[in-house]
Structures are given as structure tokens and as C-alpha cells.
């Protein structure tokens, strides 16, 4: 059988291409990129009552593919904005977003019968902290004391119980501006009006410089250390990057939470303290990861592509399909 | 204009830091990508738009990416659905 593979993602998205390019030079297998936002702009969504008739979505080489055809499906990006076609009026963006989502979740809920990495719903919900969180300490690993809220006076409480208590968004839409982890100021602490606009996390510092991003594709993991002392290493990449050994432990509360998650991939954060007790910061169910390997050779796009081609031969289990739509 | 919390240290304390520069080999590893699937990339894109030109990918390259800083990006928002 020669597996047919759809990836889900941006048109211009780098690990989307060369996810495709290495699931069918290396694997032989079919592999399609659907433009999440491009669909207004290429057409050809098409769904109907008549069994016989597929179920078609557009790919970024103009062609489309019918989804019930697919054995599995990478759900990498899913976009809310469209790219409109030149002359389009503006006025009804919204109203072509919000169809197009509507129809392209009707497509896959109703047609889409292979594996799914992840499923959209899982995805969705995982991606809430609050949730992860929760599910990492079910898995039993280790998770920062951790207060979301706009309360000014829980917020001082809290931090004055935690004295370098951290902050970080609850959320991060794309394309606007990142916020960088840091220490909460006095400044802020003073500041009600800033508090009050809207929720964010506050967090127990976790003392200590080296830093993991893990990388887990099914069953296997693999971690990169990042030795900063930056709270958030992500702003300066120049820090050494290595690859990292895990113990069976860590590794087991990786998998759980993916498990709790209802994921079947994740790209985690976790932090050691100077002890070198593993602490859970956060998981990104559809994370970047090309750039650990640009910085520490991990050969983390063939195992993609591997685990990827791997999962048309993994039963569709009723819980993944079935339980969450 | 009221900030939120999550930026208050950036504009406040810090104001605005000049962007850290990427690794060389990091850049390196993103110019092989540019070999391996920047023909893919240019075939899809110009089907339907003009590649925007000399944004800021990272890389100090050309093509620059819908919410994205550049091909092996670690700052484009991790979320899927966001």
C-alpha cells in the first residue's frame, strides 16, 4: 500500500515543505500540503450528501485532494484569516474566514477516516495552559505553582508567596507581537490597571540555567539542553545547544501527558533546577522544531517524516475519531 | 494607552532590545533548506501570489513568511490554532 499523507498548514510553511518532500523521497509515499490560508484563494472546496462524491479540498500545487482518500493527516496549522483574491471585498472577510473554517471542519468531522497528527479538537484543547498543565501533573510530572487571573489582589498575594514569581501570556496569537517570560517588577505589582486588563500566568520562578525542548513523536523522545540564563531562551539563540540524553522517568511523564492530551505528538519546555529535577514549563502540540535541529543536529525531520509514514500503519483507534468531535 | 501584563516588562523596564543575532549555524542550516525546498516553495507560491520580498526571515533572505520569522523559526507562536 502506498500511503497518502495530507499536511495541514500555511501555504509558505517551511516545515510543512520539507516534511512532504522527505515523506516522498524517502518514504515513497503520497504526500499533499493543504494551504490553511490559501483555501478562499485557490476554490475548490467541495462537499455534498452524495456518498459517491468526494469530499474535496485544494492543495498548494493547484490540484485537490479528496480527503477520504487519506490515510493520515499532519493538522500542523489551522489558519483564521484567509488571503483573498485581488478585487475581493474587504467587507466580507470575516463572513468568507469564518465559512471557510466551518466548512473545512465539516470535511474532515464527516470525511477524514485516517490517523490524525493530532486530532483538531485535541489540538485545540491542548493548546490551553491551564489544561496542559493539569494533564502534566496527572502524568505525574513536576509543574510550577501557578496563579491565572486578573485579580490585582490575588496576584500580589501570590507573587509576595513566590518572590521572583515569573509572567508569561496565556496565549500568543499569531502575528503579533511575542512577550518574553520575566520576573514580575514592583512596577507592575503597583500597577491595577495593567493587571486588571486581562488574565495572565504567574508563576513560581524555577531557579537553575539549562533548559530542555523535547521533541516527542509518538513513543520517541528526543531533547535538546539549552544552557541561558535567560528566563526565556528563545530571544537569543546564541547559547550552547546539545543533545540530550532522558531518563525512562521523564521520558513516561512526557508520553502520559501527550496520552492525557489525547496528542500524538508534542514539543515540550521543560526546565531543570540546579538539583536537576525536571520541571514541566509547558507543551506546544504542534511546536516548531527545525531549529533545534539547525542548532544541535538532531535529525528531527527524518524522524518526523518517519513517524509521520509510521502512523498510516497504527490502528484508528475509536477514542481518537470517534470520543472528541 | 493601557498595556498588558505579559508586554508591561518589554515596554516599561526594557523597552525595545535590538533583536539577538541568529547563530551562523543556524543560518547555515536555513540556507540548505532554501536548497532542499525553496523550488517547492516558489512553485506553490507563485501559482497564486507575488513572493514578498526583503522582509524580515531571519535569515536576512528573501521571502518573507505570513506571521513567520524565517524557516527554522523559534519564534513564530507555537499554537496551532491561534
Redesign the interface.
Known amino acids: 500500500m502506498n500511503p497518502r499523507i495530507g499536511i495541514f498548514t ?5 516545515h510543512g ?2 516534511i ?2 522527505k515523506v516522498e523521497e524517502q518514504h515513497g509515499a503520497w504526500c499533499c ?1 493543504i ?1 490553511c ?2 483555501l478562499a ?2 476554490g475548490k472546496l467541495t462537499w455534498s450528501t452524495q456518498s459517491g462524491d468526494p469530499a474535496l479540498l485544494p492543495t ?3 490540484q485537490t485532494v479528496d480527503v477520504k482518500t487519506l490515510d493520515a493527516l499532519w ?4 489558519s ?1 484569516k484567509q ?1 483573498l483574491p485581488d478585487g475581493a471585498d474587504a467587507t466580507y472577510h470575516q463572513h468568507i474566514n469564518a465559512t471557510v473554517e466551518r466548512v473545512v471542519e465539516g470535511i474532515l468531522a464527516n470525511e477524514f477516516q485516517g490517523r490524525w497528527v493530532s486530532h ?1 479538537v485535541a ?2 484543547l491542548a ?1 490551553n495552559k491551564l489544561v496542559q498543565l493539569r494533564a502534566a501533573a496527572r502524568a505525574g510530572l513536576r509543574i510550577p505553582a501557578t496563579l491565572i487571573s ?1 485579580d490585582p489582589a490575588r496576584i500580589r498575594s501570590f507573587c509576595s508567596q513566590h518572590p521572583g514569581a515569573i ?3 496565556v ?10 517570560t ?2 514580575v ?1 514592583q ?2 505589582l503597583d ?1 491595577d ?3 486588571a ?2 488574565p ?1 500566568i504567574y508563576q513560581e520562578c524555577i531557579p537553575g540555567e539549562r533548559h530542555l525542548r523535547i521533541s516527542v513523536f509518538g513513543e520517541r523522545c528526543d531533547a535538546a539542553l539549552i544552557e541561558a540564563k535567560a528566563l526565556d531562551w ?5 547559547v550552547p545547544f546539545r543533545p540530550y540524553p532522558l531518563d525512562g522517568h521523564l521520558e513516561q511523564g512526557l508520553r502520559g501527558t501527550l496520552h492525557e492530551l489525547r496528542l500524538v505528538m508534542g ?1 515540550f519546555d521543560v526546565k531543570l533546577t540546579d538539583e536537576g529535577e525536571p520541571v514541566f514549563l509547558e507543551v ?5 522544531f ?2 533545534v ?3 544541535c543536529g538532531i535529525p528531527l525531520a527524518d524522524q518526523f517524516a518517519a513517524f509521520l509514514v509510521d502512523q498510516v500503519l497504527q490502528p484508528v483507534s475509536s477514542r481518537q475519531n470517534v470520543d472528541i468531535w | 494607552m ?9 515596554k ?2 526594557d523597552g525595545i ?1 535590538a ?5 551562523e ?2 543560518e ?3 540556507s540548505e ?1 532554501r536548497e ?2 525553496g523550488g ?2 516558489r ?3 507563485g ?3 507575488a513572493v514578498p520580498t526583503g522582509g524580515p526571515d531571519g535569515a536576512g533572505g528573501l ?1 518573507t ?4 520569522a524565517g ?12
Open positions: 500555511y501555504g509558505d510553511d517551511p515543505h520539507l512532504k518532500k500540503l494551504p490560508d490559501e484563494l485557490r498548494v500545487d493547484g493538522y500542523r496549522r489551522m483564521p488571503i483538531p489540538t485545540r493548546e486578573q509572567i508569561k501570556p496565549a500568543t496569537p499569531r502575528g503579533v507581537e511575542l512577550a518574553r520575566a520576573v517588577s512596577e507592575l500597577s490597571d495593567v493587571l486588563l486581562t495572565a528563545r530571544f537569543d539563540l546564541n514539543i506546544n502540540s504542534q511546536g516548531q527545525l531549529f535541529e539547525g542548532l | 493601557k498595556l498588558i501584563p505579559a508586554v508591561f516588562f518589554q516599561k523596564v532590545e533583536a539577538a543575532k541568529t547563530p549555524r543556524l547555515l542550516f536555513e533548506l532542499v525546498v517547492a516553495l512553485a506553490a507560491g501559482a497564486v501570489r521571502t513568511y505570513s506571521g513567520s524557516w527554522a523559526d523559534v519564534m513564530q507562536a507555537d499554537d496551532c490554532t491561534a
